[in-house]
């Protein structure tokens, strides 16, 4: 099996799992718990959710230029070696272990959430979207696309980081979650 198979295999079982993890534990909590901040006045359940939801959905334009290019891309070699270090930088600030908080980018912040919606089944789905994705970027995988942040078009990573990087970081917020809420 090629790697870049194996790894949107992996991704989508994170994603599988992480979706799980987020029903069983969170979609027979009361409306009212599940949009309460937390400790220290950090972001509620429902917030980091809906920031999930955002900074993956901020990458969906990205790949969709992508995958609608019939030219090959070309890459200066300067992109492709600082490419091969961004990635991994970025991973390790994104790491569910780094207990330093980050600040988000402003297209990043969770807008003012509806506590009617029902967050878990957004959520869900959202991670169904997710996985088409990843499994529609074989071919760009396959590549060795390099993609910039949807955040700072100056930064520049392998695509393959940056799956990994949105994996990482949805259970950096999963550990938020437990770290900043009281489930009493």
């Known amino acids: 099996m090629p790697q870049h198979s194996l790894l949107i295999q992996e991704c989508c079982h994170e994603i599988d799992v ?15 718990k599940l949009f ?9 359940i429902a917030e980091n959710l809906k920031h999930i939801i955002l900074v993956n959905t ?18 200066h070699w300067f992109k492709k070696y600082i490419a091969k270090f961004v990635g991994p930088w970025l991973l390790k600030k994104v790491s569910r272990h780094r207990k330093e908080k980050i600040k ?3 297209i990043w912040q969770p807008e003012q959430l509806n506590p009617a919606q ?18 529609k970027s ?9 993609i910039s942040s949807p955040a700072n078009n100056a930064v520049s990573y392998r695509l393959e980081d940056a799956f990994r990087i949105l994996i990482e970081h949805e ?4 550990q938020q979650i437990h770290e900043t809420q009281s489930f009493n």
């Open 18 to 32: 992480i979706t799980k993890l987020v029903t069983e534990t969170y979609s027979k909590m009361a409306s009212e």
């Open 36 to 44: 309460q901040k937390g400790k220290e006045g950090s972001w509620s």
């Open 58 to 75: 901020s990458y969906f334009p990205v790949m969709d230029r992508l995958l609608e290019s019939t030219e090959p891309v070309r890459y």
């Open 104 to 106: 988000t980018f402003s």
């Open 118 to 135: 029902d967050i878990i089944h957004i959520f869900k789905e959202h991670q169904e979207l997710v996985k088409m994705y990843l499994m």
């Open 138 to 146: 074989s071919p760009l995988l396959a590549s060795g696309c390099i």
């Open 171 to 174: 259970w950096r917020h999963l």
